[in-house]
């Protein structure tokens, strides 16, 4: 990833996008495999009744997990698209932190203009910062959605202390990311802000992996009754 950005050039250096949100990725599956493995050892699971609604609970909270994971990602991608522009097309070099800077519109419209500007068409979803922050918006609306309708199912279910507290505390992440995001596109891409909303990411997955291993004993002691 270093060794992309020392390439001789105009401007300053500029690392692979692609390189960059893999090695961000990398980083956050080995973070997550030290989590779990050390909540493994601090706090074995608590057990709890194996019901078909405990079950479609465990997959929602892991399907919501894989949504945070994938949000965190676009969020990274999207930082760099607003740190340095997009790399050819017609929003070339653009500063993207000054565009769209409205919530939850982008500009006067739901659907920028711009939206697919470049060609090929495929390119817009890597390389047009248009596009990557309306990628990243949609998923950041979508993971929001999930992590709420999982608080509410979570209401109706016989959950033991610690697995309540887990995602309790999903939802109050997934409210405070919102606000951190929202408060960030507001004030033009704030670095120190910008910041804090990326460890707000790690934090949020740090609360789903939490909550899925809380519920790990679910698939362990899997049983219907009748």
């Known amino acids: 990833m270093v060794k992309s950005g020392l390439v001789e050039k105009e401007g300053p250096a500029r690392v692979s996008q692609y390189r960059l949100t893999g090695h961000l990725g990398g980083a956050f599956v080995l973070y997550a495999l030290c989590l779990w493995s050390g909540l493994a050892q601090l706090l074995p699971p608590e057990k709890m009744e194996v019901t078909k609604k ?52 982008m500009g006067s419209t739901w659907v920028p203009s711009d939206l697919l500007a470049n060609s090929p068409t495929w390119t817009n979803f890597f390389e047009n910062p248009t596009a990557v922050q309306f990628n990243h ?65 790690l934090a949020f997955l740090t609360a789903a992996i939490w909550l899925t291993h809380e519920l790990k004993l679910v698939k362990i002691l899997r049983r219907i009754p009748k």
């Open 54 to 105: 405990m079950l479609t609970f465990r997959k929602m909270a892991h399907g919501t997990k894989g949504l945070i994971f994938l949000t965190a990602l676009s969020e990274r991608y999207r930082r760099f698209q607003l740190q340095h522009g997009a790399a050819g097309g017609l929003v070339a070099g653009i500063q993207a932190g000054l565009v769209y800077n409205t919530f939850p519109k």
């Open 137 to 201: 918006r949609v998923l950041a609306e979508t993971t929001f959605v999930a992590a709420m309708g999982l608080w509410a199912y979570s209401r109706k279910l016989p959950l033991p202390p610690r697995a309540r507290k887990a995602v309790n505390a999903v939802a109050a992440m997934a409210c405070v990311q919102v606000g951190l995001g929202i408060t960030t596109l507001l004030l033009y891409v704030d670095k120190a802000l910008a910041s804090i909303h990326q460890f707000g990411a």
